[in-house]
């Protein structure tokens, strides 16, 4: 039986494109997302290669994580990777009255990728060992002055992701942390200045690549993020407010 990934969020953009990619690379697939009608088209898709088990799921709805990955992991038979990829991001002001958008973006991007972690813990735990990824950002390096409730819960993922890897490494789960920079997928296409940009499918080769290395945390691309991530912190507070607006 083979090996097989948990995507949460496998409709669109980077999810869709890494089950596309593990496809190829010979896993099976437990695909999740809201809207299931992209995923039966992408089940018929990937159909030839090896099993493809699809299922409806909003990850803001905590109690039914544990439920539907419980059930994709029990019809596959071997789950090796769970990643947490489901996410929004929406422009935001503090005192705009939008205070709805930013608690969705945390429900979301936080709380929902936290249970599926927790979730996909549980599934390893029972298994003795596994992995799990967790889609976060380079956004979450610093504080973006357009999407500041979307770099915030990037950078709480990154920080909880980073926690918990020393308990989980004691049951042979290990933990990564994927920071992209800007892939091509509908999350920006309304920005004008998406620097560095590369497709979702380049994306989720490179992602594929480090995530069966069992990288701890990378950007994505590596380079020039990997030098970005570094350098934003040492630039001043004045500078770095008119760059990101
Ligand atoms: N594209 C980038 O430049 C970039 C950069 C850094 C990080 N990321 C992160 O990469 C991840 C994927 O984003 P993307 O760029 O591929 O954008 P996308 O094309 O908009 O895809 C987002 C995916 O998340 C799913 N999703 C959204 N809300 C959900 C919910 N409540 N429950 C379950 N699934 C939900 C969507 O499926 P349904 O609508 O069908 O539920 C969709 O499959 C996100 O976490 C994003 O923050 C993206």
């Given amino acids: 039986m083979p090996e097989s990934v948990l995507i949460t969020g496998a409709s669109s953009g980077i999810g869709r494109a890494l089950a596309v990619e593990f496809s190829q690379r010979g ?35 905590y109690d039914d994580v544990r439920e539907v990955l419980f059930n994709l992991a029990e019809k596959l038979g071997s789950t090796k990777i769970v990643i947490a990829n489901a996410g929004i991001g929406e422009r935001s002001l503090p005192g705009e009255g939008t205070f709805h958008l930013d608690r969705r973006i945390i429900e979301i991007n936080l709380l929902g990728a936290m249970a599926t972690i927790d979730a996909g813990a549980e ?62 997928t ?12 590369i497709s979702a499918e380049k ?6 690549d480090m995530i069966e290395k069992k990288v701890l945390s990378s950007t994505v691309p590596l380079w020039p993020w990997a030098l970005v991530s570094g350098a934003v912190r040492f630039i001043p507070e004045r500078l770095w407010c008119k760059f990101n607006t």
């Fill in 27 to 61: 896993y099976g697939l437990g695909l999740c997302a809201r809207r299931l009608e992209l995923l039966v088209k992408l089940q018929d898709e990937l159909s030839g290669n090896n099993s493809v088990e699809i299922a409806a799921l909003d990850v803001g709805k």
């Fill in 123 to 184: 599934i390893m735990k029972k298994q003795r060992g596994g992995q799990i990824v967790g889609i976060s950002s380079v956004a979450g390096f610093r504080g973006l002055s357009n999407i500041p409730a979307y770099s915030a819960s990037k950078s709480a993922l990154s920080t909880y992701m980073e926690g918990i890897r020393y308990h989980l490494t004691q049951h042979n789960i290990a933990v990564t942390v994927i920071n992209p920079g800007f892939i091509d």
């Fill in 203 to 208: 994306s989720a080769q490179l992602m594929a």
């Fill in 186 to 197: 509908a999350i920006n296409s309304n920005r004008k200045f998406r620097p560095f940009l």
